[in-house]
C-alpha cells in the first residue's frame, strides 16, 4: 500500500502531461508557463513560510549534542569541531554536517553473532547519501545552462567535467548514473531491509519514485528521444525574463520532465524534504556547547513555586537543632 | 512480579520485524517486567501535579481525567510553540534507519517500537493528525492516527522506555534527539497523572526533605558520621565534614545516591578524604543535598522547581562557588539547565581552586564545576600524592556516562584522573565510549525493581563490551561517574558478567591517595586487604 500508491501517483503524474500536451496541444501553455510560475511560487513562499513558522517556536534551552571532549582545562585538548564552543566552532560543525554527511558517516550496523551483539562498518547509506545529494545538486546547477544564452565558463567547466570520460553523443553525464544508481539503492533499501520497511511511509517512497521518474525522463531527452534543445531554451530563457512563449517542437517528454520538477517544487515546503531547511535549524547541531560559560536565555522563563529554605527549616527545626546544624530561627 | 528470564533466554533477539505488519496495527502490550508501578496520589499531590490518585499501569481503567484527549493536544500545541526542537524533530525526519540499531533497548530487547525512529513516530502520528493538513485528510496514508486510548498506553509504555541517552542523536543526519520527544511525552502523561512510582517518589522526597532518598537532615549527618568511622578505620584519620556552614568557600553538592549505599558510598567517603586533605573550605548542604534530578524526569517545570535549591543555597550559605559530584542526568541538567532556570549566579564567583590557583573559566557564568575536573587540575598540578599501586588488584575500564559524554563532553578529565591512580586500565572498544557510549539501561527513573527484564535488555550492550575486555584483559572493575550507573551497572554486571564489579572514580582516587599523617593503610575502601597486604596474596 505504501509503496504501490506513491508508484501509481506518480505514474499518474507522468501521464498528466504525456496525454495533455500530446492530445490537446493547447495544454502547452498550462504545462510550460502557468505550472512552473506556479510551481515556482508555491516552493518559495511555501519554504519561507516554513522557517518562519519553525522560526517561530523559540530555543529555550542550550541543547547541543556533544560528540567530543569539552574545553575545560587548558592542557586537554578540546575537540573543536565535535564539541563547539564558539561561533566558528559551530559553522564548521555545520558545515561538516551539511557538505559531508559527517554525522551519517558514523553509521554502523548492529548484528547478533555468537550470542554477542557486534557493531560493523556501515557506509553504504551515507555514501548513497551523499552521492544522490551531491549528484542532485551537480545537474540541478548544470542545468543553468538552459536559462541563459551565453553559457558561463564556471557552467561550462562543470560539464567538461562531469563529461570527463568523452562517451557517446550526446557526451554522457557521469552524475546522471550516480543520481540513477543512488536512488535506486535507497529505494531498493526501504523495501528489502526489514527495519527500514517496518519504518517507511508512502511519504518516503513518493519523492523517492518522482526524484527517480525526473532522473529517467531528463535522461530520455537527452540520450534517446532527441529533444528540440534551441526551442527548450527558449521557453526557459522565455520563463526567467517573465516574457514566456511556447516554441514549436518541444516533444511531450520534456514536458513530462518539466512538470514532474514542478510537482516536487510545490511537494517540497510541505514534506520530509524540509530536511534540507530543518537541518540548519537543529539545535542539538547549530548550537555552542557554552552554557557554563554565559547565561543562556530562555525567553519563556517563568517564576515557579518552590519549597524553600525557609519552609524545610520549619519542618525539620527541631531535628536539626539536635543533630547540631546550625538553623536560621531558633 | 515476573520472574526474569536467564540471560540466554533473553538474548534471544531478532532484529527483524515482521516483513507484512504494519506497527499502527500492533496494539500495545504491556509486558511485565518491562514497566514501573504507577506513581502513589500522595506522592502527585505533594508536588501539586494533575490528577494526583493511585493508579494501576495493568488495570484496563487509568482512571484519567475528563477530556484527556483535550489536555494532551493543548499541551501538545503549546510545546510546539515554545521548543523549536520539538517542532523541527516532528517535521523533518526522512525516516533513513540510521539510528534504527542504535538504542541499547532496541539492540537489547529487538522490539522494533524500541527503534528510536519508530519511537519518535509515535508522537509524529500523533502530531500530523491534528497540526499537518496531509495528516488530517489523508490519515493513515500519510502516517497519521487519532489519539486514543490505545495511543496512549503504547505512549507511555515505550517513553517510559527511553532513558533520554541521547545516543540516536549523535548518528542522525539531522541531530534528531529523541530526547528531546520523549521529555514532551513525559510532560504529556504527567498532565494525566501518569508517572511512575520509582520516579515519582523520589521527586516529592526531592521536593520536601531535598534529597531523592528522603533522608532527613539528622539521617544525612548519621550516613556521612558512618563513613568518617570507616575512613577512621582505614586511614587513622578523623575528618570533620561541615553542614550547612555559613561562609564556607565551596558548596560542595553530589547525589543522595552516594550517601546510601554501595558502592556509592564509597566515592562520597572518597570526596571527602580528597577535600580533607586538601584542607579546603567546603560545606555539605541538608537542604540542597540532592545533584540529581528526577523532576528532569516528569516536566521540565518540576525539574527547575527541584534544581533551584542549588543556588538558593549557595546563596543563602554565601558561598564563592560550587563543586559537584559524579552523577550523569545531574551534569546534563547543571550543563544545559540550570543557568538558564534559576541563574544568574551573579552572586559567586569565577571559581578558582584554592590550591592550584587555577580559574574554572568554562564555568565562569554557573560557578559549579565538575569534581573530576576539580581533581584532574590538582593531579596535573602535582598536589596530592598518589600511590596508585594500591589499585594494581584492579583491572579498569570506564564507561562514559550518556549524560556527561553527549550532553556536556566531560571525557578526558575522568581518564587522565584514572591513569593518575591506577596502573591497569583498558578501554572498551570505541564503537561503545565516549559519545557512542551505551546507556546502563536504567537511567531517566527506570532504575526500580519491577522493570528488571527492560533494564537487563537496555544494559545488554553496555555489558557485552564490559564482557569483551573481561575476556581480553581480565578487566574486573568498572569504572564511572554516575550515582544511577553505580547502582544499576552492579545490578547489569552480576546478571550478564559477573565478577566485574562497580566503582566511582572518587573511590580509586582515595584508595592510591597518601594523606598526611595516615597509618599504614591495610585495605581500601571497601575493607579488602590491600594488594600484596592480605593473607592469601
Not at chain 1, 517512497?205 to 526551442?231: D, W
Request: proline content about 5%.
Amino acid at each position: 500500500m505504501k509503496t504501490v500508491l506513491p508508484f501509481i501517483a506518480v505514474v499518474i503524474l507522468v501521464l498528466l502531461p504525456l496525454f495533455g500536451v500530446t492530445v490537446a496541444h493547447q495544454t502547452q501553455i498550462f504545462f510550460g508557463v502557468v505550472v512552473p510560475y506556479t510551481a515556482v511560487a508555491v516552493f518559495v513562499f511555501g519554504f519561507i513560510y516554513r522557517i518562519l513558522q519553525w522560526g517561530k517556536s523559540p530555543v529555550p534551552f542550550c541543547i547541543p549534542t556533544t560528540c567530543g571532549q569539552q574545553k575545560s582545562l587548558p592542557w586537554i585538548k578540546q575537540d573543536k569541531l565535535e564539541n563547539p564552543v564558539t561561533t566558528m566552532q559551530v559553522v564548521g560543525r555545520m558545515l561538516l554536517e551539511v557538505l559531508v554527511f559527517r554525522s551519517l558517516f558514523r553509521n554502523m550496523k548492529t548484528e547478533m553473532k555468537e550470542g554477542k551483539a557486534v557493531y560493523g562498518s556501515e557506509k553504504l547509506l551515507w555514501l548513497a547519501g551523499l552521492a544522490f545529494h551531491w549528484s542532485f545538486l551537480f545537474i540541478f546547477v548544470r542545468h543553468y545552462r538552459f536559462f541563459v544564452q551565453d553559457v558561463p565558463t564556471a557552467i561550462q567547466l562543470m560539464e567538461g567535467m562531469d563529461s570527463f570520460f568523452q562517451i557517446g553523443a550526446p557526451l554522457f553525464y557521469m552524475t546522471d548514473a550516480v543520481i540513477l544508481g543512488a536512488v535506486t539503492f535507497l529505494l531498493v533499501r526501504r523495501v528489502y531491509l526489514p527495519q527500514i520497511r517496518y519504518i517507511s511511509l508512502a511519504a518516503d517512497f513518493f519523492p523517492l519514485f518522482l526524484i527517480l521518474a525526473i532522473a529517467i525522463s531528463g535522461i530520455l531527452m537527452r540520450y534517446f528521444f532527441k529533444t528540440h534543445i534551441v526551442a527548450v531554451k527558449q521557453l526557459a530563457i522565455g520563463l526567467v525574463s517573465l516574457n514566456p512563449t511556447i516554441p514549436e517542437g518541444i516533444g511531450a517528454i520534456f514536458y513530462v520532465h518539466l512538470f514532474l520538477i514542478c510537482v516536487l517544487l510545490m511537494y517540497f515546503p510541505f514534506s520530509k524534504l524540509m530536511h534540507m531547511g530543518g537541518v540548519f535549524l537543529s539545535p542539538t547541531r547549530n548550537m555552542a556547547n557554552d552554557s557554563r560559560i554565559v547565561r543562556y536565555i530562555n525567553p519563556w522563563n517563568y517564576p515557579v513555586h518552590v519549597h524553600t529554605y525557609e519552609e524545610y527549616e520549619d519542618d525539620f527545626r527541631e531535628k536539626m537543632k539536635k543533630a547540631g546544624l546550625p538553623v536560621e530561627k531558633e | 512480579m515476573a520472574k526474569l528470564p536467564k540471560p540466554e533466554e533473553l538474548l534471544q533477539i531478532n532484529y527483524n520485524p515482521p516483513p507484512t505488519e504494519d506497527w499502527m496495527d500492533r496494539p500495545v502490550e504491556l509486558k511485565q517486567g518491562n514497566f514501573c508501578w504507577g506513581a502513589k496520589g500522595k506522592n502527585l499531590a505533594a508536588v501539586e501535579f494533575p490528577n494526583a490518585r493511585d493508579w494501576t499501569p495493568v488495570e484496563a481503567d487509568w482512571k484519567l481525567p475528563k477530556d484527556w484527549e483535550g489536555t494532551v493536544l493543548e499541551a501538545m500545541a503549546d510545546r510546539l510553540s515554545k521548543y523549536r526542537s520539538f517542532k523541527v524533530f516532528m517535521d523533518i525526519c526522512v525516516r533513513c534507519g540510521a539510528c534504527a540499531d542504535k538504542c541499547h533497548f532496541f539492540i537489547g530487547g529487538g522490539d522494533p517500537k524500541n527503534m528510536p525512529v519508530l519511537r519518535a513516530e509515535l508522537m509524529r502520528s500523533v502530531y500530523r493528525k491534528y497540526f499537518t493538513t496531509a495528516g488530517k485528510y489523508l490519515g493513515k496514508l500519510a502516517g497519521a492516527r487519532e489519539l486514543d486510548l490505545n495511543v496512549l498506553k503504547e505512549w507511555w509504555y515505550y517513553f517510559y522506555q527511553c532513558t533520554e541517552c541521547r545516543r540516536c542523536s549523535v548518528f542522525c543526519p539531522y541531530g534528531i534527539d529523541t530526547a528531546e520527544i520523549t521529555l514532551m511525552a513525559r510532560e504529556f502523561t504527567n498532565l494525566l497523572g501518569l508517572n511512575t512510582d520509582w520516579i515519582s517518589g523520589p521527586v516529592a522526597n526531592c521536593y520536601m526533605k531535598g534529597n531523592h532518598l528522603g533522608l532527613e537532615p539528622h539521617a544525612i549527618m548519621n550516613s556521612i558520621e558512618g563513613m568518617i568511622d570507616d575512613i577512621e578505620t582505614i586511614t587513622g584519620i578523623r575528618i570533620n565534614p561541615s553542614f550547612n556552614r555559613k561562609g564556607a568557600e565551596i558548596l560542595f553538592v553530589t547525589p543522595s545516591g552516594d550517601l546510601f549505599a554501595d558502592p556509592g558510598t564509597f566515592t562520597a567517603m572518597g570526596y571527602m578524604m580528597l577535600f580533607h586533605e586538601l584542607g579546603i573550605d567546603y560545606t555539605w548542604s541538608t537542604y540542597a543535598s540532592e545533584g540529581g534530578n528526577f523532576g528532569f524526569f516528569t516536566s521540565n517545570e518540576m525539574a527547575k522547581r527541584l534544581n533551584a535549591k542549588i543556588y538558593a543555597e549557595a546563596k543563602r550559605l554565601g558561598v564563592k562557588y560550587i563543586i559537584g559530584g559524579e552523577c550523569g542526568h545531574m551534569w546534563r541538567v547543571l550543563n544545559q539547565y540550570m543557568d538558564t532556570w534559576n541563574g544568574p549566579a551573579d552572586f559567586m564567583e569565577v571559581p578558582k581552586s584554592p590550591i592550584t590557583g587555577t580559574v574554572f573559566d568554562n564555568a565562569a557564568s554557573t560557578k559549579m564545576i565538575h569534581v573530576t575536573e576539580f581533581t584532574a587540575d590538582l593531579i596535573k598540578n602535582n598536589k596530592i600524592k598518589l600511590d596508585p599501586s594500591r589499585n594494581d588488584d584492579l583491572v579498569i575500564t570506564y564507561h562514559d556516562s550518556c549524560n556527561t559524554a553527549r550532553g556536556m563532553g566531560l571525557l578526558e578529565e575522568p581518564r587522565y584522573i584514572i591513569n593518575s591512580v591506577c596502573n591497569k586500565f583498558h578501554e572498551m572498544p570505541d564503537n561503545t565510549i565516549r559519545e557512542r557510549t551505551f546507556c546502563c539501561g536504567s537511567g531517566t527513573g527506570l532504575n526500580a525493581s519491577e522493570n528488571m527484564e527492560i533494564r537487563m535488555r537496555g544494559g545488554y550492550p553496555r555489558a557485552n563490551a564490559v564482557k569483551f575486555v573481561r575476556d581480553k584483559h581480565g578487566v574486573n572493575m568498572l569504572a564511572n561517574i554516575c550515582a544511577i550507573d553505580r547502582a544499576t551497572l552492579s545490578a547489569s554486571m552480576d546478571y550478564w558478567v559477573p565478577g566485574v564489579r562497580v566503582t566511582g572514580v572518587h573511590e580509586l582516587v582515595a584508595n592510591a591517595l597518601i594523606m598526611t599523617g595516615e597509618k599504614e593503610r591495610e585495605t581500601n575502601l571497601r575493607g579488602e586487604p590491600l594488594p600484596g597486604k592480605g593473607g592469601n596474596e
